[in-house]
């Protein structure tokens, strides 16, 4: 069973729109981190946002914010007001067993 | 300038050969990671260190070697290049392992194996 899942492999969305790429995963434990890791062209890995499961509060960081939903076992990224420049491949990440378990990733184009 | 940096950023080599692939990092972190990035997979972990001199296996390590003699580098070689192993590769360092423990990536290297 995939540990870390990202249902939507692709998505587009029209400049200034607000988006939202979901993550699902699996994980016993009660306190752990969860990622989203930005790739934009370039290919080089990008860390956009980190939570801590005991935290409740929801972690923002200007424009991206994330649902933190630790009963599902959901973690969505939010992005408002989409630039041209959050075109990427975005990583969903689980942080267990002392290891940094990726999902497939969601490639997102911002359409101008 | 201070950072992680991988070397070369392009590779084409072919079946059977020898290739390594260079990772440096400047800030002394104790951990160091490489990862492969495939088209449906994501990102799974080859190989990763703990300090010098000690490493250990990750997802999928068959077919690599890694050494650590230095803290600041961390060469991966593909004794024996297969096209399977045609890839994006990532190194990534962290201060420690501790959860939550940020990893910073290199630009990545892509290397066609024909």
């Known amino acids: 069973a995939q540990t870390v899942t990202q249902s939507q492999p692709e998505m587009s969305v029209q400049e200034a729109e607000t988006v939202t790429l979901s993550c699902t995963y699996d994980?016993?434990?009660?306190?752990?981190?969860l990622f989203w890791y930005k790739q934009p062209p370039s290919r080089q890995m990008i860390l956009v946002i980190r939570q801590e499961a005991y935290k409740q509060q929801n972690a923002t960081e200007n424009r991206f914010s994330v649902n933190f939903q630790k009963a599902a076992k959901s973690f969505s990224l939010k992005i408002s007001d989409s630039q041209l420049g959050d075109t990427a491949m975005y990583f969903c990440?689980?942080?267990?067993?002392?290891?940094?378990?990726f999902g497939k990733g969601t490639r997102l184009h911002i359409l101008p | 300038d201070a950072g992680i940096t991988q070397s070369p950023r392009y590779k084409i080599t072919e079946t059977g050969r020898q290739v390594t692939l260079m990772c440096h990092q400047t800030w002394s972190h104790s951990y160091m990671f490489w990862y492969r990035q495939d088209l449906g997979h994501g990102l799974r972990l080859i190989y990763y260190s703990a300090a010098a001199d000690i490493t250990d296996k990750g997802e999928v390590p068959d077919g690599y070697v890694v050494s650590r003699s230095k803290t600041e580098n961390f060469p991966l070689t593909l004794e024996s290049a297969t096209r399977s192993q045609t890839s994006v590769y990532f190194c990534?360092?962290?201060?420690?392992?501790?959860?939550?423990?940020?990893?910073?990536f290199g630009a990545g290297t892509r290397l066609s194996v024909l």
């Open positions: 994980t016993s434990e009660s306190n752990y981190y």
């Open positions: 990534a360092s962290s201060e420690s392992m501790r959860e939550g423990d940020i990893q910073y």
């Open positions: 990440a689980l942080d267990r067993d002392d290891k940094i378990i």
